[in-house]
């Protein structure tokens, strides 16, 4: 936190135009942390309780796939604290373009992360039968099917952003301090709320077929980059007043860095989605092969158990009369 004033133990720092931290550089970049205890205490607790759920399951013996353990700890924790307590999170008040690295981080990247972690499944596994009733009960309530609606949830992910930067509710979050870290909760919300049934990891209770999940990321796509391309061409600048009244004398400049924040978006959000689709592409191929197997092995148990009734069901053979047909046919043959 060099050149930044500190406000409180227990508030994350923001920093404005009368409190602003030194000239971003690349070394700055990685070095720079800050800390912040909206992100430290719940990536804390994600962090801890994963692990320990992990624990418990190897102490009985049974295995959890390691790649859902990193994913949680390293991809979706470890995303969110970079976001939100690294040279991003000091400088995310101070340079659009670094804003926009945070929010996709907290939107895009985290949240897929976190639904490949699978950690309603990881929690069902260590319940027992009635907890496991209770669980599912919770997942499949009725404000929990509304909150994991797809649509619902591709509504708000495609008009967030618009009604975020093209009206003042940026400007609004960036002088409230609250506002500002409800946006970072918000943004990783409707993230998890778009990514958890569209990965499909965890048995969420709107559950949609592979047609429908490429479909949302087709709907979702194009909206990305019409933002991102309608912010790098814009000649107004978002936040203009807040953004000058730095006076910063170190690069991009204010219209440059909302050029570059565009650029981002649309960037970030096509290769996501782009990545996504291939992964639900390859996951759909696989339970297609799974369930043409499925189907295979149903087919030839139909016509095993079709075959042991028919057994079944034909005349017992009478084995005098056989004794006796071979007997006439042999006496006919030394006749001949």
């Known amino acids: 936190m060099s050149g930044m004033e500190v406000t409180g133990p227990l508030l ?29 205490v719940p990536a804390s607790i994600g962090l801890f309780g994963y692990l320990w759920l992990v624990w418990r399951l190897h102490r009985r013996g049974d295995r959890w796939p390691a790649v859902r353990t990193w994913s949680w ?12 307590m690294s040279s991003l999170g000091a400088y995310d008040t101070v340079l659009f373009s670094v804003h926009m690295v945070q929010h996709m981080m907290l939107t895009m990247i985290t949240p897929v992360f976190l639904a490949v972690g699978a950690p309603v499944t990881l929690l069902l596994r260590n319940l027992g039968k009635r907890g496991r009733r209770r669980a599912m009960r919770v997942l499949h309530s009725p404000p929990l099917r509304v909150l994991f609606f797809p649509p619902l949830a591709t509504a708000l992910l495609i008009t967030t952003p618009f009604a975020l930067y093209l009206t003042e509710l940026y400007r609004y979050t960036l002088d ?32 949609l077929p592979y ?27 978002i936040a203009e007043d807040w953004y000058l009244a730095f006076g910063r004398a170190w690069p991009p400049s204010p219209i440059d860095d909302q050029y570059i924040a565009g650029a981002i978006m649309w960037a970030t959000g096509d290769l996501t989605m782009g990545v996504i689709m ?32 028919a057994s079944a069901e034909s005349p017992p053979q009478n084995h005098y009369d056989e004794a006796v047909d071979r007997a006439v046919a042999e006496m006919d043959g030394k006749d001949q």
């Open 73 to 84: 700890c390293v991809g979706g924790i470890g995303t969110a604290v970079v976001a939100g």
């Open 278 to 309: 291939a992964v639900l592409l390859a996951q759909w191929y696989s339970e297609s092969k799974r369930e043409a197997a499925r189907i295979d092995r149903q087919l030839d148990r139909e016509e095993r158990l079709a075959a042991r009734r």
């Open 211 to 237: 047609p429908m999940r490429i479909l949302l990321l087709f709907i979702t796509m194009p909206a990305q980059a019409f933002l991102g391309t309608t912010i790098m061409g814009s000649s107004r600048l």
């Open 176 to 207: 409230v301090d609250w506002a500002h870290d409800l946006l970072h909760v918000y943004m990783v919300t409707v993230g998890c709320l778009f990514f958890f049934p569209l990965l499909g990891n965890d048995p969420m209770p709107n559950r």
């Open 12 to 40: 994350p720092l923001h920093a404005d135009p009368g409190n602003q931290p030194p000239p971003l550089d690349w070394l700055r970049l990685f070095i720079e942390w800050k800390w912040d205890w909206l992100f430290a």
